[in-house]
């Protein structure tokens, strides 16, 4: 099997995964939809999936990054009103300022052998 058919066939199962998990959210939740995105841009840039949520928005989000790649998280930031706007990525980019404040915390993670 060539490297490329290996990796459609990841896909695939991926995907299959991802929707028979979607399934079993809609047991849970009154409302559930599912997001793919392939990039997230700029790595000098801070980009969320979500805005301004009330407290009572439950969110989950399952990433799965390549092998090698580096990703910062903001420890607290869900807490705080960010102001995050529209970014060309289809996510929504945080002003790093709106990240510089002490009950924020950046941590930087390699993935060496990739990450879910």
């Not at 930031?77 to 709106?98: C, Q, V």
Request: net charge positive; hydrophobic share 40%.
């Amino acid at each position: 099997m060539t490297r490329r058919a290996k990796r459609s066939l990841k896909t695939v199962e991926a995907n299959a995964m991802f929707t028979a998990y979607l399934c079993h959210l809609r047991v849970h939740f009154a409302w559930s939809g599912l997001g793919c995105y392939k990039a997230l841009g700029d790595p000098h840039h801070a980009f969320c999936f979500l805005n301004n949520t009330k407290p009572e928005v439950h969110a989950l989000i399952v990433q799965s990054w390549s092998r090698g790649s580096k990703v910062a998280f903001y420890k607290g930031s869900h807490l705080h009103t960010l102001k995050a706007r529209p970014a060309a990525n289809g996510f929504l980019e945080i002003p790093s300022t709106n990240l510089a404040i002490n009950a924020i915390e950046r941590t930087e993670v390699e993935m060496k052998k990739g990450g879910q």
